[in-house]
């Protein structure tokens, strides 16, 4: 907090005349006490929404969803209806930025003027207005990204990261940089797998399903995040379980439930299973709370990221 900053607001008393400073004084106050509170007690980032995608309706745009976001300045970034921000394919890759702008509307008469050279009208209302901004400078958007202020201009510093985009030809892919701003209830969680944590349960394809949408993209699902290990017993040495030839853990089309498909594993053996959270993405940008404390579902410590371990007996081979 800057050592000049102060708290000031009005004293009314019966008889007191009201200039329009007078009439600014407690919004600006509560406002003040409002935005301190959420700079030093929350942070910044992205609250809600938000999300970047390519527009399908044009090769040259993306959209940003509605979602809500606090600055660095903590003032709320509110987008209700979405934004759309078009793409230069030759200044890529660039960052895509979000910040607070205001727009002052509704041009009205004032009912007195104090002077004669007093403008013929003013401003009616305030109208928070968030915008898109790009930034081509990799080494500026490097710090943006990572929150590294030390020479960062003013302008820079009220912006909020969204995604990288970077060429992929005669189109272009988005890569979410987002900086998550979520209480512990906010985040993605398992909520339930096929199969019986340490117990007995049938091999078929393992299946883990979400309790929200990954993201459209850049989900993280793949043979590299879904781990799959079948032991003899549980102090023999594992094998990685791969999947059939050709195949892959795929995504369904509602984007809540992965399903691992499993080659054929001995009855008696034991199967374990890794999920590498800290790669898996949400739709709103924020990696799964994956922790599997104590065996329980849904997981979650409260903290993105983690590794979901769980294991079981193979009991019955079933034929998809």
């Known amino acids: 907090m800057p050592s000049t900053w102060q708290l000031e607001r009005n004293r009314y008393f019966t008889g007191k005349a009201m200039a329009a400073r007078d009439f600014a004084a407690d919004p600006d106050y509560l406002l003040g006490v409002h935005r301190a509170h959420n700079r030093l007690c929350h942070g910044w980032g992205v609250l809600d929404g938000l999300t970047v995608t390519v527009d399908q309706t044009t090769t040259r745009c993306v959209r940003v969803a509605p979602g809500v976001a606090l600055d660095r300045n903590g003032r709320e970034v509110i987008v209700s209806t979405g934004l759309s921000a078009t793409v230069d394919l030759y200044a890529l890759p660039a960052l895509l930025c979000v910040q607070y702008a205001e727009d002052e509307i509704e041009p009205v008469p004032p009912v007195s003027v104090a002077s004669a050279d007093a403008t013929a009208s003013e401003y009616n209302r305030v109208r928070e207005n968030p915008k898109t901004t790009w930034i081509t400078d990799t080494a500026r958007w490097q710090q943006i990204v990572t929150d590294d202020r030390a020479d960062l201009t003013c302008d820079e510093l009220d912006l909020i990261p969204l995604a990288v985009v970077r060429s992929n030809g005669q189109s ?14 906010r985040l993605t969680r398992i909520s339930s797998v096929n199969w019986q944590h340490d117990r007995t349960s049938p091999l078929r394809d393992l299946t883990v399903t979400f309790d929200r949408r990954l993201h459209a993209t850049a989900h993280g699902v793949s043979a590299n995040t879904f781990l799959v290990y079948s032991a003899e017993h549980p102090f023999a040495d594992r ?3 791969l999947c059939p030839q050709g195949m892959e ?11 691992y498909p499993v080659s054929p594993v001995p009855v008696g053996h034991w199967v374990y299973v890794s999920l590498l959270c800290d790669f898996l993405t949400d739709e709103n940008g924020s990696q799964i709370d994956g922790s599997h404390l104590g065996g329980r579902l849904p997981t979650g410590n409260g903290v993105p990221g983690g590794v979901f371990d769980s294991w079981f007996q193979v009991d019955v081979e079933v034929t998809p």
Not at 172 to 185: E, G, M, N, T, Y
Not at 249 to 259: A, G, Y
């Open 172 to 185: 272009f892919v988005v890569q979410p940089v987002r900086r998550p701003l979520f209480s512990p209830s």
């Open 239 to 241: 094998t990685r379980l």
């Open 249 to 259: 853990p795929v995504l369904d089309e509602n984007r809540t439930v992965v399903t």
